[in-house]
């Protein structure tokens, strides 16, 4: 079973990876990465804030992002600009795994560097002031 710290590792190594594929110009990889970056955080969140969530909520990625909206955003201590921003990550990450353009270049920074400002602030918030 994942835990919350181990989400948050997981978040923390694809927010890293992101950064490697961008450097390399893999733009459409590094949205990828930095997406699931902030997926992974979001569930983390969600499992360390004790949200009364099934521990299938990321079976899918509306669900994980329906329940972080309504547990930690609408009632909660989460910014509602951080929900924004996991929402146009997902919306960057479909355009970079399905469509036929690549994402723009410009684009792609700013989502790596979100990405890590978001793993940043929830795992500051429930995983190193919470003791798990």
């Keep these: 079973m994942l835990t ?4 948050m590792a ?3 190594q694809a927010s890293a990876s992101a950064h490697a594929l ?3 110009g893999d733009v459409n990889g590094a949205c990828n990465r930095a997406y699931y970056a902030m997926f992974d955080a979001a569930r983390a969140a ?3 804030s004790g949200a009364p969530v099934k521990r299938d909520v990321a079976k899918t990625h509306s669900g994980l992002i329906a329940a972080f909206s309504l547990y930690l955003i609408k009632n909660g201590p989460v910014s509602p ?5 996991l929402k146009r990550a997902e919306e960057i990450r479909m355009v970079a ?3 036929g353009d690549s994402v723009d270049l410009d684009d ?3 989502i790596v560097i979100q990405a890590e400002s978001f793993v940043a602030a929830l ?3 429930y995983i190193t002031n919470s003791g798990r």
């Design 4 to 7: 919350a710290d181990t989400l």
């Design 10 to 12: 997981k978040a923390a």
């Design 22 to 24: 961008l450097d390399l």
């Design 46 to 48: 969600l499992i360390a």
């Design 81 to 85: 600009a951080l929900g924004k921003l």
């Design 97 to 99: 795994d399905y469509k």
């Design 108 to 110: 792609a920074r700013d």
């Design 123 to 125: 795992r500051s918030a």
